[in-house]
Each structure stands twice: as structure tokens, then as C-alpha cells.
């Protein structure tokens, strides 16, 4: 029951041979790193022997339940990731981020995106584009609101009211496709010479 101890000033190398004397196997403990050669290597769990670590020239399987990366750098693949979930940590937040270049989401059956107790946002610099190229875009929900739309200008034949006191305005299209609001009035105030879709 006493422990094997293996001392060196350099490193501790230990070798396995097959029948033929050929080197099959090679450990070698130096002062700088640990390293292994040999087809596969293995690192199993003391109770159950259940595998926690393999590699292989093939691949690399982690056996763990979970695998905690704690540098401030997170972990950086040169290539892809395949994995069926990503979460979170209980009580912390996911975040997906492309510093310098852009990150995409692509999925042939759809891309789901939901927020089950909050809010979602997009937000950006420049366009936010929402395209449908065979479907519809479908809003749904009991109040939509559009901020900061522009006014267009429109000169009624009789005014009645100041423009100060308009409360109530009139959605309207240019031929672009712009959107821009037009105080309200008996008929409709859209006019396709306004100045918002002139200018647009």
C-alpha cells in the first residue's frame, strides 16, 4: 500500500511496448508540461469510471456535465460549434456578441426568438430591415405604436384650429413606401407632393 514515487532532475518518461518491442505508448512528466503520445487518451472518473476526457486524432469528447471556461477571454474556436442547447448560468445573461464583424443566425425550418417573462429589443446604428420575401410580417398585439414619424406639412382651404392644438393625425404612404404623419381633417390630408416623400 505505499506509493510508487518517480524522481528525476529532468523529467520522468514512461513508455508501453507491444510484443515486438515497438513503442506503443509514451508519458512523459518534464518540468515545463505533461505530455502523452499514444492513439487515444483518456481520462475516466475515480467512481464509476465513466469517461470525462478522450482524444483522439479523430476527436476530442468532454464526459463531464458541465465544462466552465473562467478566463476573461471565454474560449475561442477556430472553426465551428455544434451543440443543441447554449444557456445561461441561473440568475446571469446570454450574451452572443461579434466585436468587429457580424453575427448570423440561420436555420432552414426558422429562427425562433422569444422572452417569456420580459422584453425584446433590436436595436442598431444605421437600417433595421425586416423582410418576408414569400410570407406576410404580421404585428400583433393590442397597442402599436410608430415614434418619432415625421409631419408632413399640409395647408388646409379654411383653417379652423391652430396646428398647436392637433392632437389627432393621419397615417400616411408615400409611393416609396415611407411612412409620415398629416394632421387629421373631414377629408383625407395625404398628399403625394409632400414634402416628406419629395425629399425621401
Same mark, same amino acid.
Given at each position: +500500500?505505499?506509493?510508487?514515487?518517480?524522481?528525476? +532532475?529532468?523529467?520522468? $518518461?514512461?513508455?508501453?511496448?507491444?510484443?515486438?518491442?515497438?513503442? #506503443?505508448?509514451?508519458?512523459?512528466?518534464?518540468?515545463?508540461?505533461?505530455?502523452?503520445?499514444?492513439?487515444?487518451?483518456?481520462?475516466?472518473?475515480?467512481?464509476?469510471?465513466?469517461?470525462?476526457?478522450?482524444?483522439?486524432? +479523430?476527436?476530442?469528447?468532454?464526459?463531464?456535465?458541465?465544462?466552465?471556461?473562467?478566463?476573461?477571454?471565454?474560449?475561442? !474556436?477556430?472553426?465551428?460549434?455544434?451543440?443543441?442547447?447554449?444557456?445561461?448560468?441561473?440568475?446571469?445573461?446570454?450574451?452572443?456578441?461579434?466585436? #468587429?464583424?457580424?453575427?448570423?443566425?440561420?436555420?432552414?425550418?426558422?429562427?425562433?426568438?422569444?422572452?417569456?417573462?420580459?422584453? !425584446?429589443?433590436?436595436?442598431?446604428?444605421?437600417?433595421?430591415?425586416?423582410?418576408?420575401?414569400?410570407?406576410?410580417? !404580421?404585428?400583433?398585439? +393590442?397597442?402599436?405604436?410608430?415614434?418619432?414619424?415625421? #409631419?408632413?406639412?399640409?395647408?388646409?382651404?379654411?383653417?379652423?384650429?391652430?396646428?398647436?392644438?392637433? $392632437?389627432?393625425?393621419?397615417?400616411?404612404?408615400?409611393?416609396?413606401?415611407?411612412?409620415?404623419?398629416?394632421p387629421a381633417g373631414v377629408g383625407s390630408t395625404c398628399q403625394s407632393s409632400s414634402n416628406i416623400c419629395l425629399w425621401s
Open positions: +500500500d505505499s506509493p510508487l514515487v518517480l524522481q528525476s +532532475d529532468r523529467n520522468v $518518461t514512461v513508455n508501453a511496448r507491444n510484443h515486438m518491442g515497438q513503442l #506503443t505508448g509514451q508519458l512523459t512528466v518534464g518540468a515545463d508540461a505533461v505530455e502523452a503520445q499514444c492513439k487515444r487518451f483518456e481520462v475516466r472518473a475515480s467512481e464509476d469510471g465513466r469517461v470525462l476526457f478522450s482524444a483522439d486524432e +479523430d476527436e476530442i469528447t468532454i464526459g463531464a456535465e458541465k465544462l466552465k471556461v473562467t478566463g476573461t477571454e471565454g474560449a475561442v !474556436f477556430g472553426h465551428s460549434v455544434e451543440t443543441p442547447h447554449i444557456r445561461a448560468e441561473p440568475s446571469q445573461d446570454l450574451r452572443l456578441e461579434s466585436p #468587429t464583424r457580424s453575427l448570423i443566425m440561420e436555420a432552414p425550418r426558422g429562427v425562433q426568438v422569444s422572452a417569456a417573462a420580459g422584453d !425584446f429589443k433590436a436595436t442598431c446604428r444605421k437600417e433595421l430591415h425586416l423582410q418576408s420575401t414569400e410570407g406576410e410580417i !404580421f404585428l400583433n398585439a +393590442d397597442t402599436i405604436r410608430l415614434g418619432n414619424l415625421p #409631419t408632413g406639412s399640409f395647408s388646409p382651404s379654411s383653417p379652423s384650429s391652430s396646428h398647436s392644438r392637433q $392632437t389627432v393625425y393621419e397615417l400616411c404612404v408615400c409611393p416609396n413606401g415611407k411612412l409620415y404623419l398629416s
